[in-house]
């Protein structure tokens, strides 16, 4: 079994500094993490799993509402497995969402790209470009 870590050794490792760490057990993100005699926190290897999670739903967008939401249902154990699922479902359909519109938006920068691309060429071999070819030059 891993040893626990101390509150540096997670921040170190996973990006996320100790004052965020503090602000995650505070807003209740994250459970009671243990503590030495000397009142350290000790995170066990479970405590960074539940993070990473936080951290993933955290970079999909979901609110810190949500997060205290879903951990709140989390505390409260198996009987709320249902109502977990539907939470990460509807994320999940969010994040889809929120993909797509991307992959649209992409397409467009593509398709800019590409017309810059050809205007560029257009202008090199003719020391011009043709006002025909012009359709959108902003």
């Not at 990006?15 to 459970?31: C, D, F, K």
């Not at 109502?83 to 920068?109: F, G, N, P």
């Amino acid at each position: 079994m891993s040893k626990a870590l101390t509150i540096g050794q997670v921040a170190a490792s996973s990006g996320v500094s100790t004052h965020t760490l503090r602000y995650y057990e505070q807003a209740g993100l994250l459970r009671h993490v243990g503590r030495t005699d000397a009142g350290h926190r000790l995170y066990s290897p479970a405590d960074l799993d539940w993070l990473q999670f936080v951290m993933r739903l955290k970079a999909t967008g979901m609110p810190i509402a949500g997060m205290q939401a879903f951990a709140a249902l989390r505390a409260e154990g198996n009987a709320t497995f249902g109502a977990r699922r539907a939470m990460l479902i509807k994320h999940r359909d969010a994040v889809l969402a929120r993909i797509a519109e991307l992959q649209t938006s992409l397409a467009a920068i593509t398709d800019k790209i590409a017309y810059y691309e050809a205007a560029e060429r257009e202008a090199a071999s003719t020391g011009h470009i043709d006002n025909s070819f012009i359709k959108d030059a902003r």
